[in-house]
């Protein structure tokens, strides 16, 4: 889908984002792994949690029909269509309506063996994360998933999880994945690449394993495993290390938080077109909230008060007044991890500020859902903008956008990213592939117009 932004008008008001994507994953494992009854409220319908929720599907019995029906909720959704453009903007910013999700588990021990393989689709969480479920599990388990998601590497994952006990068949380090569940014992695990997703992974094969299970991070990750973990009474200590022994837990009832990286890109939106806006309802977690920091450094004021928690996550809302304009920043190499989803909404900002920008150490960006360090530099170079790879570096030359055409290049976050910078360009954007915003972000345009923002689709495209 293709659509047109035009550059200048304020945004205004008080909006949600979508349920978390990273929390949404863990705790639909967490629920259908459970012992028990769980209640899952507003799990966002991101095209990548339906993944997660349909490979569940097929490794549950009692809880099948619901995580079923859950997955394969409004087909017209999933194409991209409906709730990204062709809804009824009535100024109703409250975003997309809280869904209840009631998950029967029957435990760990109650998996059973997938009658095909489990379609991960572009989700790269769904399939790090379900390779440490089911490494203990006493059958096989396939996975596979789209084009980018065959290019990302499995290895980083199968290989602790080879090391407690599975074993595991990658292709040439990619997936098609197959696990052979096996029983587990505790490992020491020290990461080479700082990664949630294979912290994660680590630990849920570390709750079905003899011994204990250590993660000892070099650079800290999201810690969202390890807050769920801890609020469901498993035996796990949290510092600069992390431990967990074999636990089985009880069916929870918890209500997802918006997804603070959604957040990032309206609060960017609101920045450069000097507006006021409140995002409510938002997950603080401050393994997430680094994005904010840089943007103060940026200038951009970004109020956050934690209102509650839910399963160990704070949870409240985000203020931003009016910003007078953008200034550069550098984003060190032992930071990046903490904003690795926000660099492509980061640089476009920076590309707004008066002089260079840095993300230093940035390579991890390279294997996401595109390469996202080559697709940014492109991004605002086609945008009539400077800015250049250089090694694992990305240097944004400030000074503004012309406008122009981007393309999302099949990934949620450039979508995004671009269609924000459109907002301060000088003369209008067009983005090629919106629809891609609906991984992560269902409702995104539509949440920008509720706003204010003039964003049509473009005839006959
Ligand atoms: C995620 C971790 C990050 C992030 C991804 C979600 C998670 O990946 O980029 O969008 O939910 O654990 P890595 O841990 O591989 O960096």
Redesign the pocket.
């Given at each position: 889908m293709h659509v047109r932004i035009e550059p200048g008008g304020r945004l205004q008001g008080t909006t949600r984002v979508p349920g978390d994507?990273?929390?949404s994953?863990?705790w639909l494992m967490l629920a259908a792994t459970a012992v028990g009854r769980s209640a899952l409220m507003e799990v966002p319908p991101s095209l990548d949690v339906r993944s997660t929720a349909a490979a569940l599907a097929a490794l549950t019995t009692e809880a099948r029909p619901a995580l079923q029906s859950w997955a394969s909720y409004d087909a017209d959704t999933a194409e991209g269509h409906r709730s990204t453009w062709n809804v009824k903007v009535d100024g109703d910013t409250n975003g997309p309506p809280p869904v209840s999700l009631e998950v029967e588990g029957k435990g760990r021990k109650g998996l059973t063996v997938p009658d095909r393989a489990l379609d991960c689709g572009n989700s790269?969480?769904s399939m790090?994360?379900l390779m440490g479920l089911v490494s203990s599990a006493a059958f096989m388990t396939a996975l596979e998933g789209d084009a980018s998601l065959s290019s990302r590497p499995m290895e980083?994952v199968a290989m602790p999880l080879r090391e407690m006990g599975a074993e595991i068949d990658t292709d040439r380090g990619h997936a098609p994945v197959v696990v052979h569940g096996r029983p587990l014992h505790g490992i020491v695990f020290e990461p080479t690449?700082?990664?949630?997703?294979?912290?994660?992974a680590v630990l849920l094969a570390g709750l079905d394993a003899d011994g204990l299970t250590v993660v000892r991070e070099s650079v800290p990750?999201?810690d969202?495993?390890e807050r769920a973990l801890l609020a469901l009474g498993a035996p796990i200590e949290v510092g600069e290390t992390v431990a967990v022994g074999r636990f089985q837990h009880e069916g929870f009832s918890a209500v997802v938080p918006g997804d603070v990286?959604s957040a990032a890109f309206l609060v960017a939106a609101a920045a450069l077109t000097g507006s006021e806006l409140t995002v409510a309802g938002v997950g603080l977690n401050p393994t997430r909230t680094r994005v904010f920091e840089v943007m103060e450094r940026m200038g951009i004021t970004v109020e956050r008060s934690i209102r509650h928690h839910e399963l160990g996550e704070p949870v409240g809302d985000i203020h931003v007044p009016p910003t007078a304009g953008v200034g550069p920043v550098r984003v060190e190499a032992n930071e990046l991890?903490l904003v690795?989803?926000e660099v492509p909404v980061l640089a476009l900002l920076a590309a707004h500020a008066p002089s260079d920008s840095w993300f230093t150490g940035a390579g991890?960006l390279k294997?996401?859902?595109s390469d996202r360090l080559t697709g940014i530099a492109e991004a605002i170079r086609g945008l009539g903008g400077h800015a250049a790879v250089e090694g694992d570096d990305l240097v944004v030359a400030g000074g503004g956008l012309e406008g122009g055409r981007g393309d999302a290049r099949g990934d949620h976050?450039m979508a995004m990213a671009l269609v924000v910078s459109g907002l301060a360009a000088r003369g209008a954007v067009e983005v090629d592939g919106v629809e891609h915003a609906e991984v992560?972000f269902p409702g995104f345009v539509r949440t920008l117009v509720a706003l204010g923002a003039t964003i049509e689709p473009v005839a006959g495209e």
């Open positions: 994507k990273s929390i994953h863990r790269g969480t790090r994360l980083r690449v700082p990664s949630a997703q294979v912290k994660s990750t999201r969202h495993t990286s991890p690795v989803d991890e294997l996401k859902e976050r992560s």
